[in-house]
Structures are given as C-alpha cells and as structure tokens.
C-alpha cells in the first residue's frame, strides 16, 4: 500500500525523520540498486580532493551533528 505523504503538514523535522525511514528501508537491499554511470568519476574526483588535501573526510554521525546544529541556528 502507498501511503500519500501529506507534505505541506509536515514539519522539516518530520521530512527528515521521513528521509531517514525510507533510506533505512532502500539501503536494506542496496545490492540490487546499480549506480548511475557518473558515480564513478564523482568518486574518483572526490579521492583526487582528498589527496590534494582539499577536502576531508567526515564522521557520519558527526556530519549528521553539524547539519542539524545549521538547521537549528536557521530557526
């Protein structure tokens, strides 16, 4: 059954919580879903960023820390 998401109503907070739920539930499977054909130079430009000292990696929890605190000063 699809459940019609009531968008408007919902609070960003709730959206994200939402965002959660369904990627939770996709990534379960993540084998059957095949990348799209850019993801690979996408990588490879990212690893080229990192090597170069230009970007860094982050903590998931963490990143997931730092948005949040963004979403809160907006507020």
């Given at each position: 059954?699809?459940?019609?998401l009531q968008l408007k109503k919902?609070?960003?907070?709730?959206k994200l919580m939402a965002m959660?739920?369904?990627?939770?539930?996709?990534?379960?499977?993540?084998?059957?879903?095949?990348?799209?054909?850019?993801?690979?130079?996408?990588?490879?430009?990212?690893?080229?960023?990192?090597?170069?000292?230009?970007?860094?990696?982050?903590?998931?929890?963490?990143?997931?820390a730092i948005l949040r605190r963004?979403?809160?000063?907006?507020?």
């Amino acid at each position: 059954m699809l459940a019609k998401l009531q968008l408007k109503k919902m609070s960003r907070n709730e959206k994200l919580m939402a965002m959660e739920a369904l990627w939770a539930d996709l990534s379960q499977n993540e084998s059957s879903v095949e990348s799209p054909a850019w993801h690979e130079e996408a990588l490879r430009q990212t690893e080229r960023m990192v090597k170069a000292g230009k970007v860094k990696f982050v903590d998931w929890d963490d990143a997931k820390a730092i948005l949040r605190r963004r979403v809160a000063k907006r507020r």
